[in-house]
């Protein structure tokens, strides 16, 4: 069963920092993109940042120097470290996958967790 399940979410002050997990079982991790999307209510799902399988990373310009994607293929984990959180951060924020590519579209992937809540405090 192809299952993508997100953890570390939670309430932090602005300034602070999370780290989520995305934990893969069911597929070939190491053949897939993982990406991050974030919805916060009333908006759309916006790209945050992605990893190929080589490594090459892409952000959005809100996360470029405060968050950090990594990826470990013998954990067939993606992590996001997201430093100097700020109120407006704040969001439901969902693992994805697909073997399309990197892309900051969510229709490229197929593949999603079930989003974990980040609430970042003034």
């Known amino acids: 069963q192809v299952q993508l399940v997100e953890s570390g979410g939670g309430l932090v002050q602005a300034g602070g920092s999370l780290r989520l997990s995305c934990a893969a079982s069911?597929?070939?991790?190491?053949?897939?993109?993982m990406g991050w999307f974030r919805q916060a209510p009333g908006k759309e799902r916006e790209f945050v940042t992605f990893?190929?399988?080589?490594?090459?990373?892409a952000y959005s310009d809100s996360a470029k120097g405060r968050f950090a994607i990594s990826r470990d293929n013998a954990k067939n984990t993606v992590y996001l470290q997201m430093n100097n959180l700020k109120p407006e951060d704040t969001a439901v924020y969902y693992c994805a996958a697909n073997r399309a590519g990197g892309s900051v579209r969510p229709g490229f992937y197929d593949l999603w967790g079930q989003g974990t809540q980040v609430t970042v405090s003034s």
């Open positions: 069911g597929v070939a991790f190491s053949t897939y993109v």
């Open positions: 990893v190929t399988g080589s490594g090459r990373t």
